[in-house]
Nanobody, 124 residues
Framework: QVQLVESGGALVQAGGSLRLSCVAS????????MGWHRQIPGKQRELVAT???????NYADSAKGRFTVSRDNAKNTMYLQMNSLKPEDTAVYYC??????????????????WGQGTQVTVSS
């Protein structure tokens, strides 16, 4: 099993910045792709950004030019630097990781894990 814990969410004024963190722990063999998703009230959860183990990145159109995703493999940590925040960015932000873990019998398997989310609120 792998556990993910997000932090960094806060109330911020439009135009401000925040840096979110996601720390993975548990029985980690390796972490492949990680990503940030967000859920705006009344809407479906949507992809914000992804980053592979090779640091290749992908962004939603709404995040391009404003958000930057990065990771520190040695610390099993992913970050999301958010600049020029808009009220439309208000959402719960979730961390996701595709990871290889091991069972109690020693067999490896790949699974997707989610954190509990962190609230970002941008005031106008």
């Amino acid at each position: 099993q792998v556990q993910l814990v997000e932090s960094g969410g806060a109330l911020v004024q439009a135009g401000g910045s925040l840096r979110l963190s996601c720390v993975a722990s548990g029985n980690i063999v390796s972490i492949k792709t990680m990503g940030w998703h967000r859920q705006i009230p009344g809407k479906q959860r949507e992809l914000v950004a992804t980053i592979t183990s090779e640091s290749n990145t992908n962004y939603a159109d709404s995040a391009k030019g404003r958000f930057t995703v990065s990771r520190d493999n040695a610390k099993n940590t992913m970050y999301l630097q958010m600049n020029s925040l808009k009220p439309e960015d208000t959402a719960v932000y979730y961390c996701n990781a595709e990871a290889i873990t091991s069972s109690s019998t020693g067999h490896y398997y790949t699974a997707s894990f989610w954190g509990q989310g962190t609230q970002v609120t941008v005031s106008s």
